[in-house]
């Protein structure tokens, strides 16, 4: 899905010092399409690579602020609050070069079930 916002770090998280403005670029989502209604899944935030660098700047992973920040772009995009909450961080070996992964459950996940479908 196309999730253009700006997110920003603090600086507070273990994998990185860095404080500064993050591009997002898209979301995607990962979870057993075959059960009727998912109870948890993977949520995967995309950003551009040339306003983050994971080689230079570290992982995003554990910034408060970061996380904190795509809550809010969340329910700016149509999220309910208590959807927006059903999102954290996954563990650090699920992170990647282009994106941050969170762990979603079944509020996050039947909602984007109808957002993405839009």
Do not use: C
């Amino acid at each position: 899905m196309k999730f253009e916002h700006t997110l920003h770090t603090d600086g507070n998280g273990f994998w990185s010092t860095e404080a500064r403005p993050v591009n997002v670029t898209s979301i995607e989502t990962h979870y057993d399409e075959e059960e009727k209604n998912p109870r948890f899944g993977e949520l995967q935030v995309f950003f551009d690579t040339a306003s983050w660098d994971t080689e230079e700047d570290g992982l995003i992973y554990t910034d408060d602020n970061f996380e904190a920040d795509l809550r809010i772009a969340l329910q700016k995009a149509g999220f309910s609050e208590a959807a927006a909450k059903d999102v954290n961080y996954s563990e650090q070996g699920m992170q990647g070069d282009d994106y941050v992964s969170f762990d979603v459950g079944s509020d996050f996940l039947k909602e984007w079930l109808v957002l993405s479908s839009k």
